[in-house]
């Protein structure tokens, strides 16, 4: 059987056109493909249809019980999620104003009309008891893909593109071909912003303010909360601020 290659885009020679490659990803998930495409916090495999999200849950190795999030805007959160303003006001500051993406764990609207097309058998891999997950993306390529699909009414669900259990993959080089293989576009926009890290993304159950998941930038994440709103969060054992100095590295660099 010959391996499947996914069409990968911006092609050889071609620098990234955030307008032109959302587009090109929302045509394939409207059609009911997968795409592989970045998140800031590694690369990310979602799907809008029902067949491409159980198809892209099995190329993960996921097993049945462990859930999977929407990936949308503010705008998306704000429609399928019911929270007292005071906390939308925290989730809107912290990823629209500030550029950040943030999963957000909370309570749904299940009667919302943007769920209608889910499947059981969808709505039982996405949610838990009364809670959906939505990771809020910020950075430009999602944002601009974010606002097709909620111009189009479609949700778009994902995770993290690798195998369960691999850690998350910050350059699609990295990838598994089990993964890599199972979408039909991948957008390449090289080495991920937060890959330092070598964490997936911050989550918090924005109705206890519980963080779930301390991830990539959580340091960041926890001092704004704290400074803006006077909501301590746990410290991050391995990134903690006070040891920020703000030396730099300098590098020689010889000009003939």
Not at 76 to 104: A, C, W, Y
Not at 114 to 139: S, Y
Not at 194 to 218: E, F, K, P
Request: neutral net charge; hydrophobic residues 40%; glycine residues 10%.
């Amino acid at each position: 059987m010959a391996t499947k290659v996914p069409r990968v885009i911006p092609v050889p020679g071609t620098v990234p056109d955030v307008q032109r490659d959302a587009r090109e990803a929302f045509e394939v998930l409207k059609a009911g493909g997968i795409i592989i495409a970045p998140i800031d916090t590694g690369y990310g495999i979602m799907a809008c249809s029902a067949e491409g999200i159980e198809r892209a849950f099995a190329a993960k190795q996921r097993k049945f019980g462990h859930t999977v999030g929407v990936i949308g805007t503010y705008a998306t959160h704000e429609q399928l999620h019911m929270l007292p303003p005071e906390k939308f006001e925290i989730t809107r500051v912290i990823t629209q104003g500030m550029n950040s993406m943030l999963g957000v764990i909370a309570r749904y609207n299940k009667d919302h009309p943007r769920l209608a097309a889910w499947t059981p058998k969808t709505l039982a891999l996405t949610t838990r008891g009364d809670t959906l997950g939505i990771g809020i993306a910020e950075c430009p390529f999602l944002r601009e893909l974010g606002r097709l699909n909620d111009e189009d009414g479609q949700l778009m669900v994902g995770s993290s593109a690798n195998l369960t259990g691999r850690g998350a993959k910050f350059r699609i080089e990295d990838i598994e071909p089990e993964v890599f293989q199972s979408a039909d576009l991948v957008v390449d926009y090289g080495l991920q912003r937060y890959h330092r890290y070598q964490r997936s993304g911050t989550i918090i159950d924005m109705d206890s303010m519980r963080v779930l998941r301390i991830g990539a930038n959580y340091e960041v994440f926890r001092e704004r909360i704290r400074k803006w709103w006077g909501v301590e969060l746990p410290e991050d054992p391995e990134n903690k601020i006070d040891r920020v100095n703000g030396v730099g590295v300098g590098v020689s660099v010889n000009v003939n």
